[in-house]
């Protein structure tokens, strides 16, 4: 028996394919299955009218390309029906648990349902005002945070004001997936979102998924994902009442993701020619971390200067590092700016 296609169909069917198999990662044999099945598709994609330019092959397998997922919109699609299955799931969870055991084995009743929904109601509007920064473990009388984060800093902060993180075992899985990444765009971007849900104060992941939203010129998802970023980072670092700390020192690898994710964060504000923001959190940064490893001071020198971002990565960029010819521009200027440097200067002598 032969099923036969209208380019139309085919074309909805290859979209609805794409979709599934970005939501599979186990069993990892079913998901390779439904891979297969989809490149065995899409291989016949010259009979149904489509591109060369709507299909990538590597290694024998056919895979939708960028510009087609992009051109009809597939990664928004599969972004917003995630996160609303996710908080459809987790609501109705949530509701059945709080109606307790009683209804375990019988039917709702009219006013049953009822309580349901508004209490299903209640729970979206939380995750859609908050994420998940108020969800709790319960352990007997005790209270068990989610993360460690969410509570402050008292155990990573020394008396002295001293900031510095702990290990997160996410690291070890993480660094397994920059070794060997996905094959398929949504399903690194999948990957990445994994990452951030299983630990939202581990900061590489959402640098990973700025990186690539802002490559692929999904800039709108690119600014969304480093501020909230910046947000949790911002509430890592703080104690209990809301105090950032004194220090938060490159020399300690654990800090070098949240101080990447500040320096991201603010670098995206100079972009978008929101310098005076910019320079305040950049600024930020240099206190905390007055060694400077990042090269922070270069970029409030630059700000000073009234030196746009575009036309300071010209004169500077050396293909993804600074050369020395940055430092003698430095000192050749900074001293204009005794009100920006000189605290700077006298603490790093000392």
Same mark, same amino acid.
Request: glycine share 4%; proline share 4%; net charge negative.
């Given at each position: /028996?032969?099923?036969?296609?209208?380019?139309?169909?085919?074309?909805?069917?290859?979209?609805?394919?794409?979709?599934?198999?970005?939501?599979?990662? #186990?069993?990892?044999?079913?998901?390779?299955?439904?891979? =297969?099945?989809?490149?065995?598709?899409?291989?016949? !994609?010259?009979?149904?009218?489509?591109?060369?330019?709507?299909?990538?092959?590597?290694?024998?397998?056919?895979?939708?390309?960028?510009?087609?997922?992009?051109?009809?919109?597939?990664?928004?699609?599969?972004?917003?029906?995630?996160?609303?299955?996710?908080?459809?799931?987790?609501?109705?969870?949530?509701?059945?648990?709080?109606?307790?055991?009683?209804?375990?084995?019988?039917?709702?009743?009219?006013?049953?349902?009822?309580?349901?929904? #508004?209490?299903?109601?209640?729970?979206?509007?939380?995750?859609?005002?908050? =994420?998940?920064?108020?969800?709790?473990?319960? $352990?007997?009388?005790?209270?068990? $945070?989610?993360?460690?984060?969410?509570?402050?800093?008292?155990?990573?902060?020394?008396?002295?004001?001293?900031?510095?993180?702990?290990?997160?075992?996410?690291?070890? $899985?993480?660094?397994?997936?920059?070794?060997?990444?996905?094959?398929?765009?949504?399903?690194?971007?999948?990957?990445?979102?994994?990452?951030?849900?299983?630990?939202? !104060?581990?900061?590489?992941?959402?640098?990973?998924? !700025?990186?690539?939203?802002?490559?692929?010129? /999904?800039?709108?998802?690119?600014?969304?994902?480093?501020?909230?970023?910046?947000?949790?980072?911002?509430?890592?670092?703080?104690?209990?009442?809301? #105090? /950032?700390?004194?220090?938060?020192?490159?020399?300690?690898?654990?800090?070098?993701?949240?101080?990447?994710?500040?320096?991201?964060?603010?670098? =995206?504000?100079?972009?978008?020619?929101?310098?005076?923001?910019?320079?305040?959190?950049?600024?930020?940064?240099?206190?905390?971390?007055?060694?400077?490893?990042?090269?922070?001071?270069? !970029?409030?020198?630059?700000?000073? /200067?009234?030196?746009?971002?575009?036309?300071?990565?010209?004169?500077?960029?050396?293909?993804?590092?600074?050369?020395?010819?940055?430092?003698? +521009?430095?000192?050749? #200027?900074?001293?204009?700016?005794?009100?920006?440097?000189? +605290? +700077?200067?006298?603490?790093?002598?000392?």
């Amino acid at each position: /028996m032969n099923i036969e296609l209208t380019p139309k169909q085919y074309l909805a069917l290859i979209k609805l394919i794409n979709l599934g198999n970005a939501t599979i990662i #186990n069993p990892p044999e079913l998901s390779q299955e439904f891979l =297969d099945l989809e490149s065995y598709i899409l291989s016949f !994609y010259k009979e149904f009218g489509l591109k060369e330019t709507d299909i990538t092959k590597n290694k024998g397998k056919f895979r939708l390309s960028y510009n087609f997922l992009e051109e009809h919109n597939l990664p928004e699609i599969l972004d917003e029906n995630t996160n609303t299955a996710l908080y459809f799931n987790l609501a109705g969870s949530l509701a059945s648990r709080d109606l307790g055991e009683k209804y375990k084995d019988e039917p709702f009743n009219e006013k049953d349902l009822k309580v349901f929904q #508004n209490l299903i109601k209640k729970y979206l509007k939380e995750f859609e005002e908050n =994420d998940f920064d108020n969800l709790y473990i319960k $352990q007997s009388s005790n209270v068990i $945070q989610l993360s460690e984060g969410a509570q402050g800093n008292q155990e990573k902060t020394d008396e002295a004001g001293e900031f510095v993180d702990k290990d997160h075992p996410i690291q070890s $899985q993480y660094d397994k997936f920059l070794d060997d990444p996905p094959e398929t765009t949504q399903q690194i971007i999948k990957r990445l979102k994994y990452f951030i849900q299983k630990d939202p !104060y581990f900061f590489e992941s959402y640098l990973s998924l !700025y990186e690539l939203y802002y490559k692929k010129g /999904m800039l709108k998802k690119a600014a969304e994902i480093i501020d909230y970023g910046y947000q949790k980072a911002l509430s890592y670092i703080k104690d209990d009442k809301g #105090n /950032m700390p004194k220090k938060l020192r490159w020399g300690f690898f654990e800090n070098r993701h949240i101080i990447r994710l500040f320096v991201n964060k603010a670098v =995206d504000l100079w972009k978008k020619k929101k310098t005076k923001e910019a320079l305040e959190l950049f600024r930020t940064i240099l206190n905390l971390n007055p060694e400077d490893n990042p090269g922070v001071r270069y !970029y409030i020198l630059a700000i000073r /200067m009234n030196i746009p971002f575009g036309d300071f990565e010209e004169r500077f960029d050396q293909g993804g590092y600074y050369d020395d010819s940055i430092d003698e +521009w430095f000192r050749t #200027n900074h001293k204009s700016f005794p009100d920006e440097f000189d +605290w +700077w200067e006298k603490e790093t002598q000392d």
